[in-house]
T-cell receptor, first 114, second 116 residues
């Protein structure tokens, strides 16, 4: 069964460093998302991406965050200058126009900022 | 606005016990409702969904009925197994338009542990 894959599964980084989280969505999907879950808290929407541009972003997704689909298969989330409070599990997700409103998630990338 | 309130955990049950995890929602339109499950060390998996009032979603013995009158989507299973131990998330999909369709609003998650 096709799945969303994410790398790395776990990354530890120092405060102030840049981090890139990578995702390979399901191949025929056109809508892409990043969510995050801080330990013990809700899963929160960060951003959605369609047709090579951001279609919606939350208040969490400030100027230190960016997304890109550089080569037609990967979908990346960049955090420019990480803060301690960016420590969280980051989930990539994708959706097909044919799957209605069902979103498929990856296994997550656990980011620890020290 | 859109929000989901989910029963606080953790929930601990013996095998074959009956499970209910409560979920209520607030939405501006007519949302679709979902239950996602996260097994230890894994990502979020869609468990079941319902797209309109009175729909019942079901999968792997789990069921949930979309109740518009009570704005609820409670998850139930008649006889849980050890392998059902996981975190369960209730979510709603904002009935937006175009590419905003699909943004999910999640509850906090309920940890279920089933003992043999």
């Amino acid at each position: 069964e096709p799945e969303v894959t994410q790398t790395p599964s776990h990354q530890v980084t120092q405060m102030g460093q840049e981090v890139i989280l990578r995702c390979v969505p399901i191949s025929n999907h056109l809508y892409f998302y990043w969510y995050r879950q801080i330990l013990g808290q809700k899963v929160e929407f960060l951003v959605s991406f369609y047709n090579n541009e951001i279609s919606e972003k939350s208040e969490i997704f400030d100027d230190q965050f960016s997304v890109e689909r550089p080569d037609g298969s990967n979908f990346t989330l960049k955090i420019r200058s990480t803060k301690l409070e960016d420590s969280a599990m980051y989930f990539c997700a994708s959706r097909s126009p044919d799957s209605g409103n069902t979103i498929y998630f990856g296994e997550g990338s656990w980011l620890t900022v020290v | 606005g859109n929000s989901v309130t989910q029963m606080e955990g953790p929930v601990t049950l013996s095998e074959e016990a009956f499970l209910t995890i409560n979920c209520t929602y607030t939405a501006t339109g007519y949302p679709s409702l979902f239950w996602y499950v996260q097994y230890p060390g894994e990502g979020l998996q869609l468990l079941l969904k319902a797209t309109k009032a009175d729909d019942k979603g079901s999968n792997k013995g789990f069921e949930a009925t979309y109740r518009k009158e009570t704005t609820s989507f409670h998850l139930e299973k008649g006889s849980v197994q050890v392998s059902d131990s996981a975190v369960y998330f209730c979510a709603l999909s904002d009935p937006g338009r175009g590419s905003t369709l699909g943004r999910l609003y999640f509850g906090r998650g309920t940890q279920l542990t089933v003992w043999p």
